[in-house]
């Protein structure tokens, strides 16, 4: 297609060009809509419904000379911007987690007075039973991402385009390095416990 144009030794191509290549298409041109990331042109013209399109070809030369951190703050943009549904649902995983964590730890060394334990255990009890809390959870989500029959049948729903059910096995592989963490916390906590039952 390229060589019957005579474009072949082009590097990039303009609005003629592709005009060029599509000569033998005899309809009209509708508006072309094309989404690239971190361009700042708008391609889609729908005033008259005719697609103006303009040339964004990046000079790698330019690209070279760019300070090192504009380069990396440009790596780190596009990876945010291209997994920002991961990673909010990512965020609310560890939020759930943390106040899981937080409301059985506050419960157990402020809340609970009238039941001795505190006393008896002492910030160990805390410990534990907030990192249980956290680790029930875990293990819930840990079993679920795993369940193939579930996600396949999500998957026959609309809500596929609100959460990532393609993402499910780096899911399950953060949920096991959470609750591993949380049950090296709930070790400490028994270790802690059996220290004061013992003195």
Do not use: W
């Not at 042109?41 to 419904?49: A, G, H, R, Y």
């Not at 409301?103 to 805390?126: K, N, Q």
């Not at 410990?127 to 991402?145: D, N, Q, V």
């Amino acid at each position: 297609m390229f060589e019957e144009a005579g474009l072949e030794a082009k590097e990039s191509l303009t609005y003629d060009d592709f005009k060029l290549t599509t000569k033998d298409y005899k309809g009209d041109f509708v508006a072309i809509g094309l989404e690239f990331k971190g361009a700042k042109q708008n391609f889609l013209d729908t005033s008259n419904n005719v697609a103006r399109m303009t040339s964004f070809h990046v000079d790698p030369t330019l690209e070279r000379h760019r300070h090192f951190f504009l380069r990396k703050y440009d790596t780190i943009t596009t990876y945010l911007e291209e997994n920002r549904q991961n990673i909010f649902y990512l965020f609310v995983f560890y939020v759930i987690t943390i106040t899981l964590f937080l409301e059985r730890f506050i419960h157990y060394s402020y809340m609970s007075e009238h039941t001795d334990l505190r006393h008896i255990m002492g910030v160990g009890i805390a410990i534990t039973r907030g990192s249980a809390a956290s680790l029930s959870f875990c293990y819930c989500i840990l079993l679920l991402t795993m369940s193939r029959n579930l996600i396949t049948k999500l998957k026959e729903f609309s809500i596929q385009q609100y959460i990532s059910l393609d993402a499910y096995v780096p899911l399950h592989k953060i949920c096991a390095l959470t609750a591993l963490f949380f049950s090296m916390i709930h070790t400490a906590g028994h270790v802690v416990n059996f220290y004061h039952v013992s003195t």
